[in-house]
């Protein structure tokens, strides 16, 4: 039991920090490919949607040679971050990315430029009229973003593998431990976790669903 809510703590934890971190590098990246015409928008777009439909111990494996100490970044910075709870927030930085992203982008598409220019004609600046006047038109975007973001982050499991292991307390999470369960026939206890995992699935695609009636998206 004490393994499995310090594994549920390790989730949370990484899920939050996670969404935290494509909120903030996310909203600016959404933006640029919602409203660029520049031809490297498809490469970006693709480049973003990659993790949909690659095998996350592909994606995996790359990003732990890349932070390993002889990868690009570990011999560039001289530090270890596989098996660490800091690669593992970069590994599903990568992961959720598109479940992030592409709500973002398609909020900010529906509503257009046309709300930022009249703030700026009224003298607002860009980043208060980004703030005070798209993002609430944009709530729902960022409700969606929100919610699958985390929720995509709570089910890794190949990806989390691959970089960070599972070492208890640090970089254990739900997944990993409902195959360790299994692993020593503790069919109870991964049934008990499963089943949680499966109820928290289905409420969270229930509230995007809700959201997305409620919270219509004001085009310009």
């Keep these: 039991m004490d393994m499995d809510l310090s594994a549920l703590w390790v989730t949370l934890r990484l899920a939050t920090t996670t969404v935290f971190v494509l909120l ?22 693709a480049i ?9 111990t592909v994606l995996g494996f790359y990003i732990l040679i890349t932070l390993g100490p002889y990868g690009p970044l570990g011999r560039l910075t001289n530090v270890n971050l596989a098996f660490t709870f800091t690669g ?4 599903s930085v990568f992961y959720s990315m598109p479940f992030v992203i592409q709500p973002l982008q ?8 046309a709300p ?3 703030a700026w004609s009224l003298r607002a600046s860009k980043f ?11 709530l729902r975007g960022y409700i969606s973003a929100i919610v699958l973001g985390f929720a995509h982050t709570v089910g890794e499991f190949g990806v989390v593998l691959m970089v960070g292991g599972s070492i208890p307390g640090q970089t254990r999470v739900l997944s990993t431990t409902i195959f360790e369960h299994v692993e020593v026939m503790e069919y109870g206890q991964a049934h008990t ?9 289905f409420l969270v695609l229930l509230a995007v669903y809700i959201v997305n009636r409620r919270f ?5």
């Design 24 to 45: 903030i590098v996310g909203t600016p990246l959404a933006w640029w490919l919602a409203h660029t015409r520049s031809p490297f928008r498809p490469v970006v777009e």
């Design 48 to 56: 973003v949607a990659l993790p949909i439909v690659l095998p996350p």
């Design 88 to 91: 593992l927030v970069i590994a």
């Design 128 to 138: 208060d009229a980004f703030l005070t006047v798209l993002s609430p038109m944009a």
């Design 116 to 118: 930022l220019e009249a």
């Design 216 to 220: 219509p998206i004001h085009v310009s």
């Design 106 to 113: 398609g909020a900010f598409e529906a509503v257009g430029k």
């Design 193 to 201: 976790i499963s089943a949680a995992m499966l109820m928290f699935s």
